[in-house]
């Protein structure tokens, strides 16, 4: 599988739902989510000048999650994990329990859910598609 294709489909299949699952039902249509890969994290979602966290150039592939509320322009990203480790279902699940747990953390700061206590479905093994389980 392409590497294009594999993110395209954990985006599609896997990390969309994850979002979502946090989200209330005239939310979901709201939010956008891109998942992108590189090698260094620069982020199109900031403004210009404003601080960020910078992870190093340390020569790995890493898949990058960005989701952004479009009504109020909120936006985060989060580092779901090395492209080649994610390979690895029992990886990715771990990244993904932890992307739940970001999500989580965001939503309760940001203005359309300010306070709120939010859950995000948590991802098992047994959640993940055949496709990824049978080692894309």
């Given at each position: ?50 601080p960020h ?84």
């Amino acid at each position: 599988m392409s590497r294009t294709s594999f993110v395209t489909r954990l985006r599609d299949h896997v990390i969309r739902p994850l979002v979502h699952s946090a989200l209330t039902e005239h939310e979901i249509p709201e939010v956008t989510i891109a998942v992108v890969t590189g090698t260094e994290h620069d982020s199109s979602l900031r403004e210009p000048g404003e601080p960020h966290w910078t992870f190093p150039d340390d020569g790995h592939e890493y898949v990058w999650v960005h989701a952004t509320y479009q009504p109020t322009n909120e936006a985060a990203e989060w580092r779901l994990g090395r492209t080649a480790d994610l390979h690895d279902p029992s990886e990715l699940v771990a990244a993904l329990q932890d992307l739940g747990s970001r999500v989580e953390d965001w939503l309760c700061e940001t203005s359309f859910a300010w306070g709120e206590e939010r859950h995000a479905r948590r991802v098992e093994l047994g959640d993940l598609p055949e496709w990824l389980i049978a080692g894309a």
